[in-house]
Every structure is written in C-alpha cells, then in structure tokens.
C-alpha cells in the first residue's frame, strides 16, 4: 500500500479546483488461505463476469506455535537491539525522534517482509503517523533477495501441477521483480505470447500470519499511550491484516482486474484504459500469469512528452475511472503509486497491482456521493458534517458539537481545496489537518474513504505533474459529471425523506 502522496448551486462554474522515473517494465502485483488444486481457481473463457460488491473482513490463518514464538523472539532481539544503538549511539546534532525513526526503519528492514509493508504503510499516510517517522520511512524499499529456482520451481508444480519447463515454451528463472510477497518471472505460452508470471514466496502466508499477530499484541500495549490513540494502533494492524490477507489471493487479484475494467467497459473513458489480460489456465491462488504490458511511467513526463502524449487526457483517464469505479461502481484500484500506472503505445492507461482495491457498499457510495456534492458543488458544511455523522464515524468519546461549530470546522479544513490553485495545494499538510480534527472529535473514517482518500493524493501527484494548470472542476466535461452526482445526490435525499414519512392508511 504505497501512499499518496482532487460551485455555485448552478454548478456552472464549479466554485473550485479539485485538487522514480524511467520506461518500466510491468511490475505485477504483489497480493491469503491455502492453495487450491491445479486449476481450481479458472474460469472458462466468456464466463459471465460478477460484478457485485462485498468485502467480507476476513483474518490471516493462525499460525503454528512454534512459528509465532521464534517470531516473537527475533522481534524482541531486533527491537532491544535497536533501543541500544539509539541509546550509545553518538547523536550527532539529530534529536532523539529522527534518530528514533532511523533506528525504527533500519529494524523494519531487518525484520523482514510483514514490516516491510507495515513501514510502507506508515510511509503512505500523512497525517496518521508522527511527520518525522513517515518521512523516514518513505526510504524503506520493498526488494527482497529472489527465492530459490529449486523453491520457485516447487511451488509451480504445486500449483499449476508440472515444472516451469513444461508448461511454458520458455520460463526466465531469474526474476525481473522481486519483493516480500511475491516475484515476477518472464515467460512465453506455448502459444506464443509473452506474459510475466508472478509467484508467491514460498511459506509466506506463515510467516506473515506469525508477524501479524505479534504486532497485534504490540498495538494493545501502544494503544495505551497517546500515539497509539491518536494512530488507532489497533484499527491500524486490523487494516494492515486485511490487505495483507486480499495480496496474498492472486486468484482473487486476477478476479478484481476483470471486474475493476469490466466496470468501465461502456462508459466514456472504458477505451482509454486497460488491464493486463489473465490467463486463468495458470492462474491460482499463489500463481498469476498475465499478458506482458510494455508502457512508460506515468510520472516520467520527459519520456511521455517525448512520445507525444497529451498529459491532460492521461490525468483525465486517471481521475474519472477513480470517480467512476470508486463513487459509483463501488470497486476502485487502492495503490496508485507511479510503478502501478503505465502508458502503452496507443496513450492507455495501463493499472497494474490489484492486490489491495477497495469495495464501497450502496449506502455508503450514496453518503460519499452527497459529501462530495455538498463540499464542492454546495459549499454547504454543515451538510458534510452531516453526512459524516450518517457514516457512523464518530467515536462514543466524540465531542458534541452544534452545526454551527461543525460548519465552521470543517470550513476550516475544507478552504484550501477550494480556494487554492491546484499546483498551489499541499496534500500532506491536509493529511495532518484531518488527523487533528480526526482526534479533536473522535471521528473513525470508514477504512474505505481513507482508502480512497489516498488514491486521490497520488492522483493530485500525477495532476500537478502532467497537467499543473488544468481545472478539474472548471473543464466542461467533469461539470457534467459532477452535474449528475448531484442529480443522484438529491434523488437519494428525497428517497431516504420519502422513507422517512409515516405510512398513512388510505
């Protein structure tokens, strides 16, 4: 989960702006249960695709005993010896918090892949974590030593039930891309065409279940202090489970992408982007194999400029189809860094990395959807503080507020976003705002729209990259579309007062 870094009434115009380099090769993604059989996982071609949204939270498998407590005794070597080099170390003009972050990152490192992705986590969410440790942290890197060809050659037999050799007319046993979950190998079908085949490391899923519950136990001791209050230590490990658990299910990453584009299909920007195509023959839960996408970056704009691509359709592909998958579909992409967004040859945007996607229930896309319109479109606050409070977001501490006060605070907050330009706004400074205001009133956001919020500060990135001077809410196109939020927006109003009204006998 790499992490961010987007009227009058009339709508006409809207009152405010929404607000690594180089050719990449597809990077696949790294997404839990035990292996099905060979093939239990496809699907024949022309199936029907399912498009309903559920997100069921769902736990990693307990680990042996054994597994936990040799964990649980390197965590404790590592962590004792990180407090004594903080403590006889020379300090070296740095303060006791940025050494403290240094020592912490370096631990992480060693700790190896769960702390790995929970340093990521801390690194993507400004606001959530102390600004000196997420700093430090945006230096942790997920790139692991390869797995064994003997081990990685097992796990294929395993899983798709035949060595490399034989399923594929060729297979690159040294991989192009290698992490802490998983690693992406080159390869041909015997068909002819290239795909990448992303494999999990092996016993993986024990070794993560082990970590993760001893950062469980951690979190219930931090959450006693203010840090691990002001952080909800707790939520945050359960989260954590939760993605860790969905990357580790390729079968269902593979699902995700077909369902994620298959949203899009029909609608105004469905041939502007793309997903690589799933070879379900040699997918299942611990293998994915999909088509060999070449593109650039999307934040290499010397790269794209040289190609001739106009940098404002690229950003405008980007922002609807998270609009559109996010708001109205309810299924949207969940880690938009720059390695998960390519540009092919044709000016697609190619998404890769499906492991974590976020799913939106109907009534929360319809409370979302009037937020939104009330914020941008009716500058109404007190509007939007309703609307968090239907979300069920406030805490039993939550402070009591009247509308007036809760206009004015979340006015406060909301002003930057629409009266600065948009090369102008500092997302990570509203990150920190929102974690104040999150404290000040108890407010526990939805996993979802934290989700979501962070996509929007990648996508705010590649903005003020491809198209600094472009007003979202001004170009003629999005005022349309926002123009039909807020036809839904007041249609779910008068149905929810409609459901409201006692029913009268005739």
Do not use: C
């Given at each position: 989960?790499?992490?961010?870094?987007?009227?009058?009434?009339?709508?006409?115009?809207?009152?405010?702006?929404?607000?690594?380099?180089?050719?990449?090769?597809?990077?696949?993604?790294?997404?839990?249960?035990?292996?099905?059989?060979?093939?239990?996982?496809?699907?024949?071609?022309?199936?029907?695709?399912?498009?309903?949204?559920?997100?069921?939270?769902?736990?990693?498998?307990?680990?042996?005993?054994r597994?936990?407590?040799?964990?649980?005794?390197?965590?404790?070597?590592?962590?004792?010896?990180?407090?004594?080099?903080?403590?006889?170390?020379?300090?070296?003009?740095?303060?006791?918090?940025?050494?403290?972050?240094?020592?912490?990152?370096?631990?992480?490192?060693?700790?190896?892949?769960?702390?790995?992705?929970?340093?990521?986590?801390?690194?993507?969410?400004?606001?959530?974590?102390?600004?000196?440790?997420?700093?430090?942290?945006?230096?942790?890197?997920?790139?692991?030593?390869?797995?064994?060809?003997?081990?990685?050659?097992?796990?294929?037999?395993?899983?798709?039930?035949?060595?490399?050799?034989?399923?594929?007319?060729?297979?690159?046993?040294?991989?192009?891309?290698?992490a802490?979950?998983?690693?992406?190998?080159?390869?041909?079908?015997?068909?002819?065409?290239?795909?990448?085949?992303?494999?999990?490391?092996?016993?993986?899923?024990?070794?993560?279940?082990?970590?993760?519950?001893?950062?469980?136990?951690?979190?219930?001791?931090?959450?006693?202090?203010?840090?691990?209050?002001?952080?909800?230590?707790?939520?945050?490990?359960?989260?954590?489970?939760?993605?860790?658990?969905?990357?580790?299910?390729?079968a269902?990453?593979?699902?995700?992408?077909?369902?994620?584009?298959?949203?899009?299909?029909?609608?105004?920007?469905?041939?502007?982007?793309?997903?690589?195509?799933?070879?379900?023959?040699?997918?299942?839960?611990?293998?994915?194999?999909?088509?060999?996408?070449?593109?650039?970056?999307?934040?290499?704009?010397?790269?794209?400029?040289?190609?001739?691509?106009?940098?404002?359709?690229?950003?405008?592909?980007?922002?609807?189809?998270?609009?559109?998958?996010?708001?109205?579909?309810g299924?949207?992409?969940?880690?938009?860094?720059?390695?998960?967004?390519?540009?092919?040859?044709?000016?697609?945007?190619?998404?890769?990395?499906?492991?974590i996607?976020?799913?939106?229930?109907?009534?929360?896309?319809?409370?979302?959807?009037?937020?939104?319109?009330?914020?941008?479109?009716?500058?109404?606050?007190?509007?939007?503080?309703?609307?968090?409070?239907?979300?069920?977001?406030?805490?039993?501490?939550?402070?009591?507020?009247?509308?007036t006060?809760?206009?004015k605070?979340i006015?406060?907050?909301?002003?930057?976003?629409?009266?600065?330009?948009?090369?102008?706004?500092?997302?990570?400074?509203?990150?920190?705002?929102?974690?104040?205001?999150?404290?000040?009133?108890?407010?526990?956001l939805?996993?979802?729209?934290?989700?979501?919020s962070?996509?929007?500060?990648?996508?705010?990135?590649?903005?003020?990259?491809?198209?600094?001077?472009?007003?979202?809410?001004?170009d003629?196109?999005?005022i349309?579309?926002?123009?039909n939020?807020?036809?839904?927006?007041?249609?779910?109003?008068?149905?929810?007062?409609?459901?409201?009204?006692?029913?009268?006998?005739?």
């Amino acid at each position: 989960m790499s992490t961010p870094e987007g009227a009058g009434n009339d709508a006409a115009p809207l009152a405010a702006e929404l607000s690594e380099n180089g050719k990449q090769q597809p990077v696949i993604p790294e997404s839990t249960s035990e292996p099905p059989s060979a093939g239990a996982d496809s699907r024949p071609a022309g199936a029907t695709i399912d498009l309903e949204i559920t997100r069921p939270r769902v736990r990693l498998r307990q680990p042996p005993l054994r597994v936990e407590a040799g964990r649980f005794g390197l965590t404790v070597s590592r962590l004792a010896g990180s407090g004594a080099r903080l403590l006889v170390k020379p300090r070296r003009g740095r303060s006791l918090e940025v050494r403290a972050a240094h020592e912490l990152r370096r631990t992480f490192a060693l700790m190896g892949p769960t702390y790995v992705k929970l340093g990521q986590l801390i690194a993507s969410s400004p606001g959530v974590f102390p600004e000196t440790l997420s700093n430090e942290f945006r230096t942790l890197l997920d790139r692991v030593p390869p797995a064994s060809s003997q081990l990685i050659r097992q796990t294929v037999r395993e899983q798709l039930g035949a060595d490399p050799a034989t399923i594929f007319a060729t297979f690159d046993e040294h991989p192009f891309a290698s992490a802490s979950i998983a690693q992406v190998h080159h390869a041909t079908l015997k068909s002819g065409e290239r795909v990448v085949v992303k494999i999990q490391r092996p016993k993986i899923r024990t070794r993560l279940a082990a970590d993760v519950r001893i950062i469980g136990r951690l979190a219930r001791l931090i959450v006693k202090t203010d840090l691990g209050r002001a952080t909800n230590a707790i939520e945050v490990v359960e989260d954590f489970e939760q993605n860790l658990n969905e990357e580790l299910d390729f079968a269902a990453e593979g699902h995700a992408m077909e369902q994620w584009i298959a949203s899009l299909a029909d609608t105004e920007y469905g041939d502007k982007v793309r997903v690589p195509k799933v070879f379900w023959e040699y997918t299942t839960e611990r293998v994915l194999t999909m088509e060999y996408v070449q593109g650039i970056r999307i934040d290499n704009i010397t790269e794209l400029a040289a190609a001739g691509f106009d940098g404002v359709a690229l950003v405008k592909a980007i922002v609807y189809s998270l609009f559109e998958t996010g708001f109205h579909k309810g299924l949207f992409h969940g880690d938009l860094h720059a390695g998960n967004l390519l540009v092919d040859s044709d000016g697609r945007i190619v998404f890769l990395d499906f492991g974590i996607v976020g799913r939106i229930d109907d009534r929360s896309r319809k409370i979302f959807t009037e937020i939104m319109v009330d914020l941008f479109v009716k500058n109404d606050h007190a509007a939007v503080a309703r609307g968090i409070y239907k979300l069920g977001a406030i805490g039993d501490r939550g402070k009591v507020a009247d509308s007036t006060t809760a206009a004015k605070t979340i006015s406060n907050f909301t002003s930057p976003l629409q009266q600065s330009k948009l090369s102008a706004i500092e997302y990570g400074q509203l990150g920190k705002q929102l974690a104040v205001l999150a404290k000040e009133y108890d407010v526990r956001l939805p996993r979802e729209l934290v989700l979501i919020s962070k996509q929007l500060l990648y996508v705010e990135r590649y903005m003020k990259l491809l198209a600094p001077d472009w007003a979202l809410l001004a170009d003629p196109s999005f005022i349309g579309y926002f123009g039909n939020m807020v036809i839904a927006a007041e249609q779910s109003r008068l149905e929810e007062a409609a459901a409201r009204q006692p029913v009268r006998g005739s």
